[in-house]
């Protein structure tokens, strides 16, 4: 069943509850009794003909000022000044309901989204107040009922001056709020862009250095063995000038997820330069890492690498070297590098130890 849309869904939204509703029409005094004095003053002030009058002068005294001006040219004006008798019509009508606050959210954040000042907006109120106690002195002469319709018309605006304020303030503050989780977003974006290698997916250099430093730090304080290895394609540049760097691009990913399928959750492998990685394994001893080594080898050997219509056959050459006592990132990456190029000359598509 699909889900019901909520009736008044900015009430919901900017927490005017029933709580807050009751609370608001009781401070300014509007009272279950007022329903009379509503009927009341539609009855003798606010007619058609009336309201029609009301909203012609509210335009024209709003067009005197430049900014409203300047605000008001786009809109076609006999359309707002229909909704504006509208408003007229429903001004005070049913004013506890749910209902009534939220057609004046609705209306207060239209005006926010284009911008309107809330300055501009509560002068606006005044002016629309003013002209109806206007034409209340206009329509009735009785003092003690002008007294009562006059009270009510400034209850009733306070109410939607209020309400108006309020949706000012709260969607200025859930805006923000917006903008904040944006931000926050585009910053945990930029984090996983630093720490991830933009083709492969693999850890970038950068994170791959930092965890290594973190990884001596700790095998040196525990004393837990600490091996990395140092892999780097085969002839891969034949790769490039046959295929394209595109194919070659395809190929070092593909490469970049084996490696990362043959290892365990906790070990890591990052790109070091073009077509190298290295792999940090920690609390791994020298005869573990060289079996890791040979499965890399196996799952990247072993299966030739597809992309589009070519099927290649790709090998790496590893180097293996174990942390010794007073070796530190450079060190450790320099005897890795010196293994992986002995892997090379040894043939390539094999693992070598550093000395
Ligand atoms: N497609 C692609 N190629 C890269 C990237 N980074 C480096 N390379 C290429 O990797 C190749 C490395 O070539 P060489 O250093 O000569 O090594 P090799 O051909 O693999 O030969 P050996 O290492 O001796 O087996 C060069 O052609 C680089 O352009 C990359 O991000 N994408």
Redesign the pocket.
């Known amino acids: 069943m699909p889900a019901r849309k909520p009736e008044t869904p900015l009430c919901d939204q900017f927490g005017f509850d029933v709580d807050w509703r009751r609370a608001q029409l009781a401070l300014i005094g509007l009272q279950e009794e007022s329903r009379d004095t509503v009927r009341q003053l539609h009855r003798c002030v606010l007619t058609d003909d009336a309201s029609q009058r009301i909203v012609n002068g509210f335009y024209e005294q709003l067009l005197h000022d430049s900014r409203a001006k300047s605000l008001l040219e786009s809109y076609d004006i006999d359309r707002l000044k229909l909704t504006q008798v509208a408003y007229l019509t429903d001004f005070g009508v049913d004013f506890r309901d749910a209902g009534y606050f939220e057609t004046r959210a609705r209306v207060g954040i239209a005006h926010a989204r284009v911008g309107l000042p809330l300055a501009l907006y509560l002068s606006a109120f005044g002016v629309m107040q003013t002209l109806i106690l206007e034409m209340l002195t206009e329509c009735v002469s009785d003092m003690a009922e002008h007294q009562l319709l006059s009270r009510l018309v400034l209850k009733l605006t306070t109410l939607d001056i209020a309400v108006a304020t309020e949706v000012y303030h709260r969607s200025s503050v859930l805006e923000l709020d917006r903008s904040v989780k944006h931000l926050r977003l585009e910053q945990s974006l930029l984090r996983t862009q630093l720490q991830q290698d933009a ?1 492969t997916g693999v850890s970038s250099r950068t994170s791959l250095l930092d965890a290594l430093e973190a990884a001596i730090s700790r095998s040196t304080k525990t004393g837990q063995p600490l091996c990395i290895i140092m892999a ?10 046959r295929y394209g ?5 395809k ?2 990913t593909e490469v970049g997820a084996r490696i990362r399928a043959a290892l365990r959750e906790f070990d890591l492998v990052g790109r070091y ?3 190298e990685f290295v792999i940090v394994l920690e609390n791994t001893s020298r005869h573990t890492a060289l079996q890791v080594a040979e499965r890399i080898r196996q799952r990247i050997a072993g299966q030739p690498i597809k992309t589009g219509s070519h099927q290649l056959d790709i090998t790496i ?1 590893q180097g293996l070297a174990l942390r010794v006592e007073g070796d530190d990132s450079q060190s450790l990456l320099q005897r890795a590098d010196d293994a992986m190029y002995k892997a ?1 000359r040894a043939g ?1 598509n094999c693992v070598a130890e550093a000395d």
Do not use: C, Y
């Not at 780097?232 to 000038?241: E, G, Q, S, T």
């Not at 760097?245 to 691009?249: A, I, Q, R, S």
């Open positions: 083709l780097d394609l085969d002839h891969f540049k034949a790769v490039n000038d760097h595109m194919v070659g691009d190929v070092l330069g073009g077509e050459s090379k390539r």
